[in-house]
């Protein structure tokens, strides 16, 4: 009798000791084999076996102790067709037919497993799972074995529950970690004093900051935003100030990147609250909107560079029309067609923005078709230099090439465009004349073709932006100059779908070179 209460005492310590591990164990394979290995411990067992619910509703063995893994699935009749929990006492729920269903696995795996005690793990009143004990021996289990087993399976089951849930917080953090880590936007999460706790890759590329760097600093640091003006943005009108109050709000502004560069940003301030409503982090989440800020400019300038080209030739046609057609005026043959003349070219000049425009708006859709044949760049630019020759008496045009120049795949209409808009560039930029050479050299893998003026020349801090799209240099000449600032970009797009290149070189007030090179025909 005292022998029998000494076992039930070292029986609920043992309990006690594995409900305290039990409890602190997050990790549910290594829970799961604490859980087994004790329960087959505590019943003098020799093997044992967990089965779970997976989310697909069916149990599958999740631990075991004693069997060997291959022979798993023979097990499976012991799981089939289990009755669901319906009583809140475990202790009375049996699965029925236990010794035929135990009889039958013992056949299949040739391992004599006499005795077994099945008990579910309850969790929230369905079952979720089966403890199961097995003996070699004949020794039966008692009604106390079960009742020992049915309060520690209780204890596993909350165990269980804990470690699951914990599984699933996990998984769900590193699928949103993932996210984010990956996510083309910029994202930054800050804490409630707007300090920077987990930056992105996108976000440290957009601003320079690595994410050690910026790991405790402060919002502003790391995303510097100013106005058009320069000005910082967050203090005049810090966006996160408002953010306590539940708003979820967006500022598009200049980002100063740690290289001092600016990029156009858009950025977007989520809060986040825990469940008494305190701020507990902000979600930022940035983008470059540069493209769209220059679609938006380039749409401007478009308009107002269009209707400025587009007036004066307009005007000059109109007027000398107007004039040549008085019917109270006789107008002597010199000044008729001179004035004839003046229609003439003004309608080419409007012929040819009409031309670039369309152009433009093909390379911009991608649609720009090329006719490649051999071309022969020496003569092309002969032809280009005489057409231009005819039209100034202050400029000389000298074309010279090596003698072995050899020919490129190209579009001859097009070289003829790039050329003859290199060349009409030479003439426009060099208001005092002088001489333009035209010539080329070569090597194994390019040939090279140059223009060079003895014009204003462009400072280096322009040069860069002269290839875009209705960039003209901001001088008086440029000024007094027509053009629209297409005609460089659009050679730029030629030699660029040919596979080749465009560059300048150029010292102010002594004069341009204008280079452009083309791959070489394979031998
Ligand atoms: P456009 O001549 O119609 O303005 P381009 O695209 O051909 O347009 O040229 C862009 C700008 O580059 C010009 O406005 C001018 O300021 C500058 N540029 C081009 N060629 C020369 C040159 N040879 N010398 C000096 N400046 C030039």
């Known amino acids: 009798m005292l022998e029998n209460y000494q076992v039930q005492l070292r029986q609920r310590e043992y309990l006690l000791r594995i409900s305290r591990a039990m409890t602190s164990r997050l990790d549910l394979p290594s829970l799961l084999r604490l859980i087994l290995g004790s329960a087959v411990d505590m019943l003098g067992g020799e093997a044992g076996l967990i089965v779970l619910r997976g989310p697909d509703g069916e149990f599958s063995p999740r631990a075991s102790i004693g069997i060997p893994v291959a022979a798993l699935s023979l097990f499976q009749p012991l799981w089939e067709d289990l009755p669901h929990q319906e009583t809140s006492d475990p202790s009375l729920w049996q699965i029925p037919d236990l010794g035929r269903r135990l009889a039958l696995v013992s056949a299949s795996v040739g391992i004599a497993l006499r005795q077994v005690v099945a008990l579910p793990l309850v969790l929230e009143e369905s079952m979720e799972g089966v403890i199961y004990v097995f003996r070699t021996r004949d020794l039966r289990f008692s009604a106390s074995d079960r009742q020992s087993l049915a309060s520690f399976a209780d204890q596993a089951a909350i165990a269980v529950r804990n470690a699951q849930l914990y599984q699933q917080v996990s998984e769900e953090k590193q699928r949103l970690d993932t996210i984010i880590a990956n996510s083309a936007d910029g994202i930054m999460i800050l804490d409630p004093d707007q300090r920077v706790q987990v930056v992105n890759r996108s976000l440290s590329e957009l601003t320079g900051w690595s994410a050690e760097a910026a790991r405790g600093r ?240 462009i400072a280096p801090e322009d040069r860069a932006q002269l290839f875009r799209p209705f960039s003209r240099v901001d001088s008086g000449l440029a000024r007094r100059t027509p053009g629209a600032g297409l005609g460089l970009f659009l050679c730029k797009a030629i030699i660029d779908a040919l596979g080749g290149r465009i560059w300048v070189e150029s010292a102010p007030g002594e004069g341009s070179t204008f280079y452009f090179a083309l791959p070489r025909q394979a031998a």
């Open 218 to 457: 402060l919002c502003h640091e790391v995303l510097d935003l100013r106005d058009r003006q320069g000005r910082p943005l967050c203090d005049q009108d810090c966006p996160l100030r408002e953010i306590a109050g539940g708003q979820h709000f967006y500022i598009e502004g200049d980002l100063i990147r740690r290289n001092h560069k600016r990029v156009t940003v858009g950025v977007s301030y989520t809060p986040l609250f825990d469940q008494d409503g305190e701020l507990m982090s902000i979600i930022c989440n940035a983008h470059d909107i540069t493209r769209f800020r220059e679609a938006e400019e380039l749409k401007s300038t478009f308009i107002s560079v269009i209707s400025h080209e587009l007036k004066t030739p307009v005007a000059l046609i109109k007027g000398y029309a107007g004039t040549l057609r008085r019917e109270d005026a006789h107008w002597d043959q010199e000044t008729l067609s001179e004035g004839l003349a003046i229609i003439e070219e003004e309608s080419d000049r409007l012929a040819r923005l009409i031309d670039n425009l369309l152009d433009t708006s093909r390379v911009q859709a991608g649609a720009l078709r090329l006719e490649i044949s051999d071309v022969y760049l020496p003569r092309v630019a002969a032809k280009v230099a005489e057409r231009l020759q005819s039209q100034t008496t202050s400029h000389e045009i000298k074309v010279a090439f090596p003698e072995n120049y050899p020919p490129v795949d190209g579009d001859e209409e097009r070289l003829e465009g790039v050329l003859y808009n290199l060349l009409t560039n030479a003439i426009k930029y060099s208001p005092d004349g002088g001489e333009i050479r035209v010539g080329g050299r070569f090597d194994d893998k390019e040939a090279i073709v140059f223009v060079a003026d003895q014009g204003v020349g």
